[in-house]
């Protein structure tokens, strides 16, 4: 079965702690990362991330499946759960505005850290971080990619982060964002629409096949001229 492999129209990751990054943009960040730090006794650094990805390209077809691949580039503590929730704002937040806070320049998340629906469908899915970097797949994006067709434009929107964001030890992962050769992909794997069927040719563009024109039926007499002598003027 033909599969495609699609890059995040938009990313960036969204940070809580410390407080001032709360209202950073890191939309051109060229790594991404759901992570939590502690220093001097307390909580340092947490992060989260955001992506969109535009899957309208095959709104035709059937989904067999979908899987989130990524190239994980640092580990901290790998082998924690992490998850991946249906962000409720596909297509309205912006790269280069998005915030802990915002979505976009004058409008606030109405939580900190993003808009998330852990219900469904489609639910939020759980999965284990690696124990080593490399490439990750995590599997069972089937029921988001087919929400994303069915209700939201084609647009997949997913907001990660641990599980546990209290961990009390460092904790998370770090990967690369879009404009990378080995940037995070949602790849899916589908049946094309009209499989199976012969088409018709319909387009008159060079090399095309289109039907000839019926030729025009011969002349009555075509065959009696045709026997007639030419004759000569003296």
Not at 15 to 21: C, H, K
Not at 46 to 69: H, M, P, Y
Request: hydrophobic letters at 35%; aromatic letters at 8%.
């Amino acid at each position: 079965m033909p599969e495609e492999a699609f890059l995040p129209i938009r990313d960036s990751k969204m940070q809580g702690i410390p407080e001032f990054a709360q209202a950073l943009n890191y939309g051109g960040a060229p790594t991404l990362r759901h992570i939590v730090l502690y220093a001097g006794g307390g909580k340092s650094t947490w992060e989260r991330t955001i992506v969109d990805f535009d899957v309208a390209q095959i709104s035709e077809a059937k989904i067999l499946g979908a899987k989130l691949v990524r190239e994980i580039t640092l580990l901290s503590n790998g082998g924690h759960q992490a998850r991946l929730s249906r962000c409720t704002r596909p297509g309205e937040w912006v790269e280069s505005e998005v915030t802990w806070l915002r979505y976009k320049a004058g409008a606030d998340w109405t939580d900190n850290g993003g808009d998330f629906d852990d219900t469904g469908p489609p639910a939020v899915l759980t999965y284990d971080e690696p124990t080593i970097t490399g490439e990750h797949e995590i599997g069972g994006l089937l029921a988001f990619v087919e929400d994303a067709i069915e209700s939201r434009g084609g647009i997949v929107s997913l907001i990660t982060r641990l599980s546990d964001e209290t961990p009390d030890v460092d904790t998370g992962a770090s990967w690369f964002a879009k404009g990378h050769a080995q940037s995070w992909r949602l790849v899916v794997e589908y049946t094309a629409p009209n499989a199976g069927r012969r088409s018709i040719p319909r387009s008159t563009k060079r090399g095309s096949t289109t039907p000839r024109a019926p030729s025009r039926p011969a002349h009555p007499h075509a065959s009696a001229r045709a026997q007639q002598p030419i004759r000569r003027r003296r």
